[in-house]
């Protein structure tokens, strides 16, 4: 018995759309990551067949390329810009003071759902480092007091 909560459906027209288009898998993971928020496993046979390749090619690209999720992400998602001019002004102190306050590590989510952890690699805030996004939102020279602040903030607006 199948306990997906996901809209089949919409994997289906995307793999129709995409599936005769050269070098198809990157689209199709990328739209399906788009419209289901993570690419469930059990749809790595389908998209296999689908493309004409073996399942461990799609699950090998799955897992090299972090971006692509393999459980739904949760209910915020934080990415922590990790790149050059961020790490010259203390991103990687931030980031080790964010998996400390959430209790998970990057690529994770937290026990209660509420976030999930991401780097990300420039955030075009480069001057105002450190750099992180919450959901669609950015904030520049994030301090770790200012961290705590935006995390509480959107526990208080679960
Ligand atoms: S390097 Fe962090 S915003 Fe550009």
Not at 5 to 25: Q, V, Y
Not at 38 to 52: C, H, L, Q
Not at 68 to 85: L, S, T
Request: charged share 20%.
């Amino acid at each position: 018995m199948s306990t997906q909560t996901f809209d089949m459906a919409a994997i289906e027209g995307i793999l129709a759309k995409r599936k005769s288009m050269p070098g198809a898998l990157l689209p199709i993971l990328h739209d399906i990551q788009n419209v289901i928020g993570y690419i469930p496993p059990s749809v790595v046979p389908v998209i296999a067949e689908s493309i004409n390749v073996s399942r461990a090619e799609v699950h090998g690209v799955i897992t090299y390329y972090h971006f692509f999720r393999q459980h739904p992400a949760g209910k915020h998602v934080v990415q922590i810009c990790r790149a050059e001019a961020c790490q010259a002004r203390g991103c990687e102190e931030l980031a080790s003071h964010a998996k400390e306050l959430l209790g998970c590590d990057f690529h994770g989510t937290t026990d209660d759902n509420n976030f999930s952890l991401e780097t990300v690699y420039c955030l075009g805030q480069c001057a105002s480092g450190p750099a992180i996004q919450i959901d669609d939102d950015l904030y520049a020279r994030v301090s770790k007091e200012k961290f705590n602040r935006l995390i509480q903030a959107k526990r208080g607006v679960q």
